[in-house]
């Protein structure tokens, strides 16, 4: 059997570099949701090595999950899209609705080529599948704890071929609304780009709600698939 293999949009590191690079202040705490206690025993075996302060808690329904979510602060949620109590992305797109930032990896046991795309579309910042290498799951978790997105390259493609949207030109917006465009579109969130451009998050939400207008999209996720489809990145 073929195995599904994701890519980080970021820079290619090792999961051991990028966590070194991460701030140690604190344990990252992540959230796993699925209905199999194999694979919520398993993730914290697979992670750790990577994460050594990572702290976990688990969830195996979209009850569960819901409430969890609403008591506790998360670093990062780890989603089966497949959780009972869960139709077509509810989940996803309910919990992103609360979250804006909150980073979600989808480790799904569907092909990327059939849920990727949908599952990005819905707000999710990762997907993964349970048919990789434990190696690949731990270093989309390493990589969205630091802020970034994993999407593969074939799910890139997949965004691209649904693009064409888009009523405006990417030479309407300023040099400052470009710069904000490419970081949101590497999966940074309105505090990590308002240290990097040393500017407020208010004036972040400001840009991202100018782009938005000038591109005609009403979307951060219809954002990435623009700049994949243009090849801003």
Known sequence: MTQALCFSIAPTYSSAEIFAQMPQTSAPRILIADDHAL??????????????????DFASNSAELMSLSDRET???IILDI??????EFNALKTLRARFADLPILILSMFPEQK?????????ATGYVCKTVESAVIAKAVVTLLDGQKWISPRIQRNLAKQGGSARGNYNDLSTQEGKVLRLLAHGHSNKQIAVLLKISVSSVGTYRQR?????GLDSTSKLVRYVIEHRLM
């Open 39 to 56: 694979i919520r025993e398993a993730l914290p075996l697979i992670i750790r090595p990577s994460v050594p302060l990572a702290t976990f």
């Open 74 to 76: 998360w670093d990062l």
């Open 115 to 123: 849920m990727g795309a949908l599952a990005i579309e819905a707000g």
């Open 82 to 87: 497949g959780i009972p109590g869960d139709r």
């Open 211 to 215: 782009i938005l207008d000038k591109l």
